[in-house]
């Protein structure tokens, strides 16, 4: 496939020709000559929520009560971290418990009471959630907090730089704090990973035995005392301790499996429950770090996520939930997805945070059912955060996002059928183009896309093609059509800033903006491409296209001959927009006369514009990043009115193209953040609905000798009608055939087949199509497009009663 190229220092010759050539291609690209008179009054906006992101919200679990469980959960907005503590009781309101980011600042195990530790001020405050009460505790100079259990605080000693030391018992007595020392602990507890995990009752510890090294030791905390040893057992970063009502489980990185004892006798032989390898396992099921939890004769299994390469971005749900059976019997999975967190419950089972997806994410509970199954019963939903849109376009009331984090890769997608006013509408959310996930080169493929809506339900985009982009078209039902493979147009470099400059139904444009270098038209439907030799940009409108070059000559002409041509002097633009008689152009340098301007091709006047923004029929919309404004700035009548303030935003909302104006009507769309995009009216009355495309079979034969017996017709309006409807029309003006048109957008469709009725075939001759319908904006006369083509292969011309060919 040929490169792209840059023709240097070359330069297009400037041909200043009259307003009549000027208008004759408004004309063609579907503007009228006139100037429309008076405001069109403004239809109430739009608002369209964000998507749902396709990853759950986050939702940690950190110790369940009783009557409820402390959590943190990932707020709204544009961050992924986690929020302020809460107690999310059984009944009633959570509870806010503050923001402390200190780890381990807010603590608590197997019942109500959490401890939040206060490092400057070196207190614990034991909040009772189900009582509604506080207890102030003071540690002790020379004291380490390490959390809250029950109603005790356990806090370590080690003198500086000491390997083992001694626990204390903190607890409240109504007159004060007692201090108690934990007996039992030989020559110490060590420092490292000290407490391995427990609840309201026991902890598991890490201390030395004299003479025996390190051990787990169990601290019962109603007596400080360590009552009995787990031996056998060494301590990592990784290993952790779970307690249930009948059973302790534990398991550390070395010994690809959990160890279980009974509570009641730790002194039996613990159960060895096989778990696979840790880290790095041979399958998707084996890899990521246990982490473990019981529900009654069954330990249950989740993975941390492991880590992947960087090319690798597909959106992973979290790892299965599994149970294994105290014994030996075959493994069950008991939820698909779960977060990285397993709480056990007071009184038997345990919360964890899963589901299938985001749409039936929650906090559940795993017990013992009746019948030895795992019962899984929901504690509280956990709703889905919205997703991101990175880029806009709306065309014909059909909005095209950009969606970096809706699917499992970043995808492109659609929403058809908005409207504004008094029976509004948001239309229905569809994905039309996104990587399978079976290729890691395609993974990025619409990470970075700024998709161009095309009037007749389709979107291109210049995509990332493992390195090199590639223009592709989406339509509405889904299908993606490589268009670089199809007409054979040069690719180049991704990542070089080119991108889908302008498109308009059947052709596109693509390049790099601003650069005096080749651009490139697409032809879509019928496959072909054209370069653009030395152009700093160029637009598309209808069968109009326009284009500037380095010397700042703008000009246009009409497709598919590029005849008509029309010049003016403009400048070197980095941004060139064409809608219907308007067109604009943003100069790549802002010292230029008109650094934003337009230009009306049906009077030969040129406008100088206040800032840069996306044309519509008769206005612009603008953002000002710095205000936060979004502005609308009308010039249809020919001089420029004052821009108007439609919304200042709280927030700027993040999005690469924030605003978008629909060629195709008087309404623009913007992002006001957190995913949420507005359409609303421009007030801009909009042009009558004209012809600016169409691909209409010039004849037909109907003979049962034919390869095709269908005559077809498409066509591209300047903006959407309703009630459309196809006639054909014989040499005497008379109506043989109504054809109803298959709509979408603004285009319709249509066929033929020769019949006059269900056994007759038309007379052969000249046949006159007539395309007619009533503005769906209710703006401006009905639409009226006509054209003619011959039929052959019917019956023969008979001289009919009114001296015209029959039918």
């Known amino acids: 496939m040929t490169g792209r190229h840059s023709p240097g220092s070359r330069r297009r010759r400037f041909i200043r020709t009259g307003i009549a050539t000027a208008a004759a291609l408004a004309v063609a690209g579907g503007a009228v000559p006139f100037l429309l008179q008076g405001a069109q009054a403004e239809a109430a906006p739009v608002t369209i929520d964000a998507p749902d992101r396709y990853l759950p919200r986050g939702n940690a679990l950190y110790a369940a009560g009783p009557d409820g469980q402390l959590e943190r959960t ?33 603590t608590g195990a197997g019942s109500n009471t959490v401890g939040i530790y206060d490092e400057a001020a070196r207190t614990v405050t034991l909040k009772d959630l189900k009582a509604g009460t506080s207890t102030e505790i003071t540690v002790p100079d020379g004291q380490k907090y390490l959390g809250t259990y029950g109603t005790a605080v356990l806090t370590g000693v080690w003198a500086a730089g000491a390997e083992r030391g001694e626990l204390h018992i903190l607890r409240a007595d109504g007159s004060g704090t007692t201090d108690t020392p934990v007996a039992g602990l030989d020559a110490g ?22 003479g025996h090294g390190p051990s787990l030791g169990l601290l019962d905390l109603e007596s400080a005392k360590i009552t009995a ?50 880290a790095f396992g041979d399958t998707e099921e084996t890899k990521g770090k246990p982490v473990i939890g019981l529900s009654g004769d069954y330990v249950l299994l989740t993975r941390k996520p492991v880590w992947v390469p960087e090319s690798d971005i597909r959106v992973r749900l979290g790892n299965p939930l599994y149970a294994y059976p105290l014994d030996g019997g075959a493994r069950s999975t008991v939820l698909a997805h779960v977060q990285s967190q397993i709480v056990q419950a007071p009184g038997g089972g345990a919360l964890v945070t899963g589901g299938t997806g985001a749409a039936d994410w929650a906090v559940r509970k795993v017990a013992p059912g009746a019948d030895g199954a795992h019962a899984v019963t929901a504690v509280h939903g956990v709703p889905a955060k919205a997703g991101k849109v990175a880029s806009l376009s709306l065309a014909a009331s059909r909005l095209t996002t950009a969606e970096p984090d809706s699917r499992p890769l970043p995808a492109v997608a659609q929403r058809g059928g908005i409207t504004v006013g008094t029976t509004p509408s948001t239309g229905t959310w569809r994905a039309v183009a996104e990587p399978d996930g079976s290729d890691a080169a395609q993974f990025k493929r619409y990470a970075d896309v700024r998709p161009v809506g095309t009037g007749d339900g389709r979107s291109v985009v210049l995509a990332d093609n493992a390195g090199n982009d590639v223009l592709e078209s989406a339509d509405a039902d889904g299908k993606v059509t490589d268009l670089t493979k199809l007409t054979g147009a040069p690719t180049g470099p991704w990542g070089d800033g080119s991108k889908v400059l302008s498109a308009s139904g059947r052709y596109a444009v693509y390049g790099r903006p601003g650069a005096e270098e080749d651009k490139y038209l697409v032809d879509q439907d019928a496959p072909s491409y054209r370069v653009l030799e030395g152009m700093t940009n160029a637009a598309v409108w209808g069968t109009a296209l326009w284009t500037v070059d380095g010397a700042g000559n703008l000009e246009g002409r009409d497709l598919p001959t590029a005849s008509g041509t029309a010049t003016v002097s403009a400048c070197a633009a980095k941004d060139l927009q064409a809608v219907g008689r308007w067109v604009y152009w943003e100069c790549s340098s802002p010292y230029e006369t008109d650094p934003v301007g337009v230009y009306d091709a049906a009077t030969g006047t040129r406008m100088t514009l206040p800032r840069p923004g996306k044309l519509g029929d008769g206005y612009v919309v603008s953002y000002d990043s710095t205000t936060r404004r979004v502005e609308v700035t009308d010039f249809h009548t020919g001089t420029v009115a004052e821009p108007r303030t439609v919304e200042e935003l709280p927030a700027d909302p993040g999005v690469k193209d924030p605003v978008g104006a629909d060629p195709y009507g008087g309404t623009f769309a913007y992002a006001v953040g957190d995913g949420r995009v507005r359409v609303a009216d421009s007030g801009v009355p909009t042009s009558p609905a004209t012809k600016i495309q169409s691909r209409v079979e010039s004849s037909v034969d109907v003979s049962a000798n034919s390869v095709d017996r269908t005559w077809s017709a498409s066509w591209l309006l300047s903006k959407p009608v309703t009630g459309a409807k196809a006639e054909i029309l014989n040499k005497a003006g008379r109506v043989v055939r109504t054809l109803t048109p298959t709509r979408r957008d603004a285009s319709f469709a249509t066929t033929w087949d020769g019949k006059v009725s269900d056994t007759r075939y038309a007379t052969d001759g000249t046949y006159t199509w007539r395309l007619t319908g009533t503005p769906a904006d209710g703006q401006g006369p009905a639409l009226s497009a006509t054209g003619t083509f011959t039929l052959t292969g019917g019956t023969r011309p008979y001289h009919d009663l009114n001296g015209g060919a029959g039918a």
């Open 229 to 278: 040893s787990l031996g056998g057992v060494s301590v990592d970063a990784d290993s952790m301790a779970v307690f249930s009502p009948d059973h302790i489980a534990f398991y550390n990185d070395d010994m690809y499996g959990v160890r279980v004892w009974d509570r009641s006798d730790v002194t039996k032989e613990p159960v060895y429950v096989k778990v696979g390898m840790s």
């Open 189 to 210: 507890a060590i420092a490292g990973h000290t407490v391995q995990g427990g609840d309201a009752r026991t902890l598991a510890v890490y201390y030395f035995v004299e």
């Open 74 to 106: 990932e707020p709204d907005g544009s961050g992924t971290g986690l929020g302020r503590y809460r107690w999310v009781p059984t009944d009633g309101d959570p509870v806010d418990l503050g923001s402390q980011e200190q780890a381990g600042a807010v």
